[in-house]
């Protein structure tokens, strides 16, 4: 008998988060990944990474029975109707994606099919390239459950957008559902989950074929990064013009609806694990079917050139940079998370090292995993007032709630020599640049000026 309602196969972000959320309306979730140790923590209540209201709703999940990682794969099939599967597709040095952690468990889950004797949904959530589900998910699961797809089992593929620091809401709240089918009773029944799960809040559902639902996933992540190196682009056209600042223009092409507000924030460029590679694989992918996607590219150079400006700012402004004590306020690639991979404060902290800069650095919760990689390089504060005591220069690399609030008298009281770079444009420009020496992104100068 069945006893629970989907299964999740890989506990990593998307795979936690979708678990959690779906238990926490009551859908009854068993969830598997190969890392023991991590389901362990999980059944305890106790979240691998840090997402906010993500802890406390697994461990409501976890005490009411609604959701429980199970330490067999084949238990979390035979249990269920319905896999997702969430495992990773990290990036090959070439930057075309590696597939293997969904062969192993697609081969594992066709081998559990095997011994199955009523009809089985399975649904690709992970991030693959346009045609994976048809041409290796597909005959994987029916050459290891000797059955036939659309027949004895359904696929889809289900793309996921939900983002790191309000992934719980973007959950329950999606914009809409991709539905990428294999065939008609696949997609309805699909369909059918989602619309039981969210009723009368379903979001627009839309049903496609398989390899179209995986170039959306592509198609959507790609655009996020070029308005980003779109804007970044005319912050650094901006700084050349006397008196412009990208953030009046962005805020103005932002209110024609054509073009919305959203992802017009000019900075430092886009990091995460998501968007770098996404942009990178499809970029590998669209080489290798003989189209050279020179656009996706020149996105790419353009976010790659952006966290050095505040280096060369900060060099230029201090007159070199050996032996200059340099506060970073902001690790995590975004605020709300203590996450750092692809995050542009490693870049930028690598150049300043390079430059024999003395860094210090403090963020409210990325300082342990930013710790792994820059083993006794750099010095942490536990403050912000810790991290900028006699420096020359400071850097805002993460747009965090609590720097917004910071008055240019913290920066005079504490540091040697008060410059601030803000390269997330959180500051008022006018509040700082009378009382301290103060750059941002996409600020010309000289500021005042009659043009
Ligand atoms: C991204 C997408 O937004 C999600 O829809 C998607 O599901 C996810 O990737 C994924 O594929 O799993 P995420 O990586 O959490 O989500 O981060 P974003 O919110 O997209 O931000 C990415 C980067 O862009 C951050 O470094 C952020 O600081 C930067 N950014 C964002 C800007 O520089 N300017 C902006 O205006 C917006």
């Excluded at 230029?316 to 709300?336: E, H, M, R, S, T």
Aim: neutral net charge.
């Amino acid at each position: 008998m069945t006893s629970y309602g989907v299964s999740i196969i890989g506990m990593g972000y998307v795979g936690l988060c979708t678990a959690v959320g779906f238990a926490s309306k009551a859908c009854k979730v068993a969830a598997y990944d190969i890392d023991h140790e991590k389901l362990a923590l999980i059944n305890r209540g106790i979240a691998p990474f840090y997402e906010p209201g993500l802890e406390k709703m697994l461990k409501k999940t976890v005490d009411e029975h609604y959701l429980i990682c199970l330490l067999e794969l084949e238990d979390a099939i035979l249990k269920t109707d319905i896999t997702f599967i969430a495992v990773g597709t990290p990036s090959k040095p070439d930057g075309s994606i590696d597939l293997s952690q969904v062969e192993e468990a697609v081969v594992r889950i066709g081998d559990t099919l095997r011994k199955k004797n009523k009809h089985h949904l399975i649904v690709v959530k992970s991030t693959v390239i346009p045609g994976t589900t048809e041409n290796m998910v597909k005959p994987l699961l029916e050459k290891y459950s000797g059955k036939n797809c659309g027949k004895d089992f359904g696929l889809c593929m289900n793309p996921e957008f939900l983002r790191e620091g309000s992934a719980i809401y973007d959950t329950l709240h999606p914009d809409r559902i991709v539905i990428g089918e294999h065939d008609k009773k696949s997609g309805d029944a699909l369909e059918l989950f989602y619309r039981s799960f969210y009723g009368e809040e379903a979001p627009p559902i839309i049903r496609t074929n398989l390899s179209t639902a995986e170039l959306i996933k592509y198609a959507n992540n790609t655009f996020l990064a070029t308005k980003i190196s779109f804007i970044n682009t005319v912050a650094n056209i901006c700084e050349k013009i006397p008196g412009a600042d990208v953030k009046t223009v962005a805020g103005a092409i932002g209110l024609d609806k054509r073009i919305g507000p959203l992802f017009l924030n000019a900075g430092l460029g886009y990091g995460g694990y998501c968007l770098p590679k996404d942009l990178k694989a499809l970029i590998a992918f669209s080489k290798r079917l003989g189209y050279d996607p020179v656009l996706l590219k020149a996105v790419e150079d353009v976010n790659e050139a952006q966290p050095n400006k505040v280096v060369e700012i900060a060099r230029v402004l201090l007159g070199g940079l050996k032996d200059k004590k340099v506060a970073i306020l902001g690790l995590a690639f975004k605020p709300n998370t203590d996450d750092i991979r692809g995050a542009v404060s490693v870049k930028i902290i690598k150049r300043l090292l390079e430059e024999k800069a003395k860094v210090v650095a403090y963020d409210p919760s990325a300082t342990d995993n930013a710790r792994k990689i820059f083993r006794g390089e750099i010095d942490f504060a536990a403050s912000v007032a810790d991290c900028l005591k006699d420096t020359d220069c400071c850097i805002i690399v993460t747009e965090w709630e609590e720097f917004k609030n910071l008055q240019p008298e913290d920066f005079i009281e504490r540091m040697r020599n008060p410059l601030v770079i803000d390269g997330r444009r959180i500051f008022k420009p006018e509040l700082f640049e009378d009382r301290l020496k103060f750059a941002a992104i996409g600020l010309g100068q000289p500021r005042k000026t009659d043009l």
